[in-house]
């Protein structure tokens, strides 16, 4: 969420006329909350002269952190341009934090409102306070979700901030820019059977002058935008000029639409070149008659060149469609022109976002490939892919090369680990927790003090809910009860847990959130059902532990008492202790041992307790593990009190466990009180196992 508020609004307040302050705090709440609807947050409250907005909730899209930063920098550009009453400029404060948060309406009968409750809320308004005028201060966990090629910031070290428990890292940010290819500093692993591809049509293009389409497709972080900036260097080495654009999601920013970027680019323009460099290319363009002389208007809008009244009215006077077909031909025409000079590469990234517009200039490029060596790479994640739509079956003449890009290899993962400088154990917890997805394993090695907890790195998270918000209100609801059933479940299972019996999978699967597994499903990807799981309130995940516990009560009684466990349930001992015997019979001690220290880590009655202490005695002894075994008879004689027959059973324990550890005096000792106790009550079974120890 992020936090803005004016600085030194206590000052203005108190030097101006409330009404004036209030029509400044009116101006100010438009232009700051506009930017958050434009880049995909949502307002969540005005708190006095502050503004709460969230970013991923209710809607997330999986950049959620890279949003909130670059609606803050807009925020501050914006709000640069409003004076206070006495013509002086104004500046916010701004902090942003990252973290999970209840959001609901709150309150009491008479005053509701929506509000988001967690200690994130807390940590981003104090970021807010602690900031300087026109600041953005960011916590740790968006400073990790961002990728760092974008992103320039200055650490402001360990900060002790009042109501945060522990100093916590923070970062000023100085400059972000959303439309920089992210993740290109590592060093490139794998995909050398992309890369030799890429080789062959990169030589047909030279030779013969015609070019060709890749198309490459695949899950978020597959890697999708970094083979491609590599195939742009090899392509570069082989004397290729190239124009790149990336499809942005949010925020349509002046400047930063595809078709602009593109026309930019085939002029050797970037989005920082002067006005004045704007208006030569224009020009030399017009002159050397590669764009005729009736689309000026339009070439100088592409170029972002401030416009007469004549040309805007011309501009405005066109209908959206031809506006948009002779965008597109003005871009065309001047990559076509480009290949005068060279071969072209043109890259378009992420056109699973693509507007109309860009589709259309898209499948442009992609017919000019065939007569002109044009080599056109495409990227898309599979979910919103427009290849199947009828724009996709527009390019059924055009051959394209499809690459479907899978996991990268246990070695490459492992090398790209190494990499980024992790080795050892958690390494390999890494590379086994991605399962192949690079971007995974980036964040995993940055989160990787946090791999022993389990939890899931932020910028995954925000990219599961992503995923999630894109389901309609069913399908979300059976993924959640899925995650609960773990990694792999039956649809038997899921439809008892929805109370649903006629559910199918078919979204889920269609959107490769889960895949078919012999008989059973399973979640694509192990930290898909981590995130899912994550995403849901405690109260919500019990109430589905405890359905899949009933589901599982006659069919597995280790599934049923991890369930009943997780859901907080008090009848979770007792199931934890039946399920430990069953593992025990069933000679699986191991598991056994695990499911009985369970047990009494959650039993509160006495004799139960020592009941269970007993069994963990048995099942050590079984193990080998004498000392332990004494111990844990000793707790059980301990938690006996006042029951005569359970002591006498611990001691009978606690006498074999000394036994085998060749302590027979002691062993004799706890045999004689316990023969004594056997005797008294008449425990026959008791004094048999007695007379055989001795
Ligand atoms: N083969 C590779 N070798 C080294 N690093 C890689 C490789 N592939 C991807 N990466 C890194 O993994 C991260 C994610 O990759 P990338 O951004 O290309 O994924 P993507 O498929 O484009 O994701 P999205 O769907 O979100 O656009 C990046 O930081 C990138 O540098
Ligand atoms: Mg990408």
Redesign the pocket.
């Known amino acids: 969420m992020l936090f803005a508020d004016l600085a030194g609004y206590t000052n203005l307040s108190a030097r101006h006329d409330p009404e004036q302050v209030h029509l400044l705090l009116e101006q100010l709440f438009e232009t700051v909350d506009d930017i958050t609807v434009a880049y995909g947050g949502s307002v969540n409250q005005h708190p006095g002269d502050a503004v709460l907005a969230l970013f991923g909730a209710p809607v997330a899209h ?1 950049d959620d952190a890279e949003r909130a930063v670059a609606a803050a920098l807009a925020m501050h550009e914006a709000v640069r341009q409003l004076r206070a009453p006495d013509g002086s400029p104004l500046a916010l404060h701004i902090g942003i934090a990252s973290g999970v948060v209840v959001a609901a309406s709150t309150g009491s009968r008479e005053h509701r409102i929506y509000t988001v409750t967690g200690p994130s809320v807390n940590l981003a308004s104090r970021l807010m306070e602690i900031g300087t005028a026109g600041e953005t201060l960011i916590c740790e966990a968006v400073f990790k979700a961002l ?1 760092k090629e974008r992103l320039r910031a200055a650490s402001r070290g360990q900060v002790a901030l009042r109501g945060v428990p522990e100093p916590v890292s923070v970062w000023s940010v100085e400059a972000f820019d959303g439309t920089l290819p ?10 050398d059977v992309e890369r030799a591809q890429f080789a062959r049509i990169v030589a047909v293009a030279r030779e013969r002058r015609t070019g060709g389409v890749i198309y490459v497709r ?1 899950d ?8 491609a900036y590599e195939l742009a260097q090899q392509a570069d080495q082989a004397g290729f000029t190239w124009a790149a654009a990336k499809v942005l999601d949010f925020g349509i920013r002046r400047g930063h639409d595809a078709t602009q970027q593109l026309v930019r680019g085939s002029l050797g323009l970037t989005a920082a070149s002067e006005e004045e460099r704007r208006r030569d290319a224009a020009q030399e363009t017009i002159a050397s008659g590669h764009v005729p002389d009736e689309h000026t208007a339009l070439l100088s809008q592409l170029l972002d060149i401030p416009l007469s009244m004549e040309q805007r009215r011309a501009i405005d006077a066109m209908e959206d469609a031809t506006r948009r077909a002779r965008r597109v031909a003005v871009m065309t025409a001047l990559v076509e022109a480009t290949t005068a000079a060279a071969p072209v590469l043109v890259v378009v990234d ?1 056109i699973h976002w693509a507007d109309r517009e860009t589709l259309d200039a898209v499948a442009a490029l992609a017919r000019l490939t065939m007569t002109r060596p044009v080599v056109l790479i495409l ?1 898309s ?1 599979i979910d919103g892919d427009p290849m199947p739509s009828d724009w996709g079956a527009s390019l059924h003449s055009i051959g394209i090369m499809a690459l479907e ?1 899978g996991p ?1 290899m246990a070695a490459e993962s492992l090398q ?1 680990v190494t990499n980024l400088g992790l080795i050892g154990p958690l390494a390999d917890e890494c590379v086994k927790r991605a399962a192949g997805n ?2 995974f394993l ?1 964040q995993l090695v940055h989160y990787a003090d946090d791999l022993q907890k389990k939890a899931v790195p932020p910028s995954i998270q925000s990219l599961v809910l992503a995923r999630l918000d894109q389901l309609g209100p069913d399908d979300r609801v059976a993924l959640q009860a899925a995650s609960v059933l773990g990694q792999c479940f039956s649809l038997a299972a899921l439809r008892y847990v929805l109370k649903n019996g006629d559910y199918g999978c078919e979204p889920l699967l269609r959107r490769h959130l889960i895949r078919h597994d012999g008989e059973q499903l399973m979640f694509d990807h192990a930290l898909i059902r981590d995130g899912v799981y994550a995403s849901m309130l405690r109260s919500r995940c019990q109430e589905l532990h405890k359905r899949a516990a009933a589901w599982f009560a006659d069919i597995d009684a280790v599934l049923h008492a991890e369930h009943l466990d997780r859901a907080g349930d008090a009848s979770a001992a007792h199931a934890l202790d039946a399920a430990a015997r069953a593992e025990f019979m069933s000679y699986r001690a191991e598991s056994a041992l695990d499911l009985a220290r369970r047990a009494l880590s959650r039993a509160t009655g006495a004799a139960e307790r020592c009941e269970i202490a007993c069994l963990e005695g048995e099942i050590l002894s079984e193990l080998g593990y004498f000392e332990e075994a004494r111990v844990a008879y000793e707790t059980a004689c301990s938690e006996a009190a006042g029951d005569e027959a359970a002591r006498c059973r611990a001691r009978i324990g606690l006498a074999g466990a000394l036994r085998l550890a060749d302590r027979l005096d002691e062993a004799h000792a706890q045999l004689d009180a316990a023969e004594e106790a056997a005797e008294g009550l008449g425990l026959v079974a008791e004094l048999s196992r007695l007379h055989f120890l001795r």
């Open positions: 999986g990728r992210a993740g290109t500093s590592g060093t490139f692993v794998g995909r695949g978020p972080g597959m890697g999708k935008s970094r083979l992420d990227t994640r890009l990268l790209l690079p971007l980036e």
